[in-house]
Structure formats: structure tokens, C-alpha cells
């Protein structure tokens, strides 16, 4: 009976969460399903890249250089193999660089912006309740930093980091590094969204009947303020995983991410950048077409769950 009550309970949720406001407005939209497909069949592609790629393009114990400059779909002359997308200039299959390529761009791009937004609503949520000295700081460092682009601030960070590792753990570490470099360039939106959430929520009457109570202001602000200002927060995040992408793949195609043994798809664009004025435009054409998807699709989802979640447009 137990079991039969829990599963009733189960397709009520099912059914109201397709029938809420949210799920209706995705699906009315044919644009916002694009790309949402795009999004699930390029993370879903790289997660399942060492099942679907045809070859493992890092084992060099796999590679043949009699393979190189193979245009897609064409048999090569030597070897007579074909590869659906080609291969670039050591033989590697483009189609299985851009899978496992994508898996890195797209854990930099997660990992950076989890470490953005940690970082950035626990500053905002300090800054908006304390007030005080701690919110003047935290505000003047926020302004100072948008007043340089955030790519530059990721390369100043990254260059420092790097020069504190010791030479034989720089490559073992670049991704970490990365993502700290992307993590720290990104971390205002965060903070000062949070910020002027938590200046409204903390005069709210129910904020102050729990300082009636006795509650900490640490607890106060962890389960009290912190769900009510997460709203903007998630929409920042979405539209922030693009420009961490896309950050990741600029760093790498200037030569300072991620190293050249575990190329992200910034390093692919970089290595078909130097073969692009001899013919071989595959080599460029392919892993750059999946960074736009990727990143275009997510900032289409970052647009659509910020009018989704705006009352207004309702």
C-alpha cells in the first residue's frame, strides 16, 4: 500500500512539474528545445567518449602519420582509411579530438563557474547582511576588477599561479589552475547580484522575526536569505558556463590552458588555425563549429530561463 501511495506521489510531481509555468514556456518555445538538444547531445557525446569515439586520439601508440591531412570522408591514399571528419596532421581523428576535447572544455566550464558562484554569493551574502567595512571591501574589489576585461584578469592570475608550481607539475596542474584563473575572473556578477538581493531580503519581516528568536546570522543567511536570492543566481550561472567555455578556449588558443596533451577544444581551433591557409580547412572548421553550438546554445538557455523565472514576463 506503501509502495502504491509513494508512486501515486510520484506522478503528482511528475504532472505538476510539466504542467508549471516554467515547463509550459519551454515547450511552447521551438528555439529554447533546440537548444536544449544541442546542449544534451554535446554533453552526453563527450561523458560517452571513450564508448563512441572510433579511436583514442591522445594514444600516440595509435596514431599513423601516414593518416595526416585526411579530408573528411575520403579515403586516404596511403592507408586507405576514411574518417568521417578528417584528421589533422598527426593522423588523429577530428571527430574523437572534438569528443574528448569537449569533455575538457566542458569540466573547466563546470568546474569554474561552480567555483565562481561559491565564491561570489558567499561574498554578496556576507557583503549584502553584514554591511559595514566587510561590504565597502568586498564592493571596491568587485568594482576594480569590472574595470578590466575578464579575460586579462584571467591571464594575470593564471601567469601568477603558474609561477608559484614547480616546473615539473605545471602540466599535471594547468587544468586546476584554469579553473581557478576562470573562477576568480568571474566571481563579481555573483556577488554583486547576490548583494542587492540580500539588501532587500534582510528587512523582510521574516528575517527579522528569526533575529527575534535568537537565531546566529550565519544560520540566518544559510537558511533563511541564501534560497531567496538564488533565483538571479541560477541565471548567471547558466549564461557564466558559456563565457567559462569560451574563456577556457581563448586561454588555450593563446597557448596558456590546458596543456598540449590533453587538448581542450581551444587547442584543437589552435592547431587547425596554423593549417588553415593550405587547404586543410577541416581541421579548424569542425571543432569551432562545436564551440559556437555549444556556447550558443547555452547562452540561448541562460536567455530563457531568465525570462522564465521573471514574474513580470509571466
Known amino acids: 500500500m506503501a509502495f502504491v501511495s509513494e508512486s501515486s506521489h510520484q506522478k503528482f510531481l511528475i504532472a505538476r512539474a510539466w504542467d508549471s509555468d516554467i515547463a509550459h514556456s519551454f515547450r511552447r518555445s521551438p528555439l529554447t528545445m533546440t537548444a536544449a538538444f544541442l546542449v544534451v547531445l554535446i554533453i552526453g557525446s563527450a561523458v560517452l567518449a571513450p564508448y563512441i569515439a572510433p579511436h583514442d586520439p591522445f594514444n600516440p601508440a595509435t596514431l599513423n602519420l601516414l593518416d595526416g591531412f585526411t579530408p573528411p570522408m575520403e579515403p586516404n591514399a596511403f592507408t586507405g582509411n576514411t574518417y568521417w571528419l578528417g584528421t589533422d596532421d598527426q593522423g588523429r581523428d577530428v571527430f574523437s579530438a572534438i569528443l574528448y576535447g569537449s569533455r575538457i572544455s566542458l569540466f573547466v566550464g563546470f568546474a569554474a563557474v561552480v567555483f565562481a558562484m561559491v565564491l561570489g554569493v558567499s561574498l554578496g551574502l556576507l557583503a549584502g547582511f553584514l554591511g559595514g567595512w566587510l ?76 533575529r527575534v528568536i535568537g537565531l546566529p546570522p550565519v544560520l540566518i543567511m544559510i537558511r533563511h536569505v541564501l534560497p531567496n536570492v538564488m533565483g538571479p543566481v541560477l541565471v548567471i550561472a547558466t549564461i557564466g558556463l558559456a563565457l567559462a567555455i569560451i574563456t577556457e578556449a581563448t586561454l588555450s588558443f593563446l597557448g596558456v590552458g590546458v596543456p598540449p596533451t590533453q587538448p581542450s577544444l581551444g587547442t584543437l581551433i589552435r592547431i587547425g588555425q596554423d593549417f588553415l591557409f593550405s587547404g586543410e580547412w577541416w581541421i579548424i572548421l569542425f571543432p569551432s563549429l562545436t564551440l559556437l553550438a555549444l556556447a550558443l546554445s547555452v547562452n540561448l538557455l541562460g536567455d530563457w530561463l531568465r525570462d522564465a523565472l521573471n514574474p513580470k514576463l509571466r
Open 135 to 210: 561590504d565597502t571591501i568586498i564592493m571596491r574589489v568587485a568594482d576594480v576588477q569590472l574595470s578590466f576585461p575578464s579575460i586579462l584578469i584571467a591571464l594575470l592570475i593564471f601567469g601568477i599561479a603558474q609561477g608559484f608550481i614547480a616546473p615539473q607539475h605545471r602540466e599535471e596542474m594547468a587544468i586546476w589552475v584554469l579553473i581557478v584563473a576562470i573562477g576568480l575572473s568571474d566571481w563579481v556578477q555573483f556577488a554583486r547580484t547576490v548583494r542587492g538581493a540580500t539588501l532587500v531580503e534582510r528587512n523582510k519581516e521574516y528575517v527579522q522575526a528569526a
